[in-house]
């Protein structure tokens, strides 16, 4: 926090730049919980392990991924949450 050249005190700006960067870091955690939760970032999570598993390997396309995800949760419905 930048602090008063006059007595080295905080100034109200700090605190409330400090409170809007604490609030922006809050939602961006709720919006990634509510990613992983849904299942919106599993295509990135695929990407991720291909990379780092299965180099050579062309992954499909986001549309194919989610088709098969679709099917995989149909034909197996107690594997679903709800």
């Known amino acids: 926090m930048t602090r008063s050249a006059r007595d080295g005190r905080p100034r109200a700006q700090d605190y409330a ?38 180099p050579h390997t062309r992954p499909v396309s986001r549309r194919v991924f ?9 034909t197996r419905p107690n594997s679903r949450c709800c």
């Not at 989610?66 to 149909?74: I, N, P, S, V």
């Open 17 to 54: 730049r400090s409170a809007w960067s604490a609030l922006g870091r809050g939602c961006r955690h709720v919006i990634w919980y509510a990613r992983e939760v849904v299942g919106e970032n599993d295509y990135q999570h695929y990407l991720d392990h291909l990379r780092r598993h299965h």
């Open 66 to 74: 989610e088709q098969a995800k679709t099917e995989r949760l149909e």
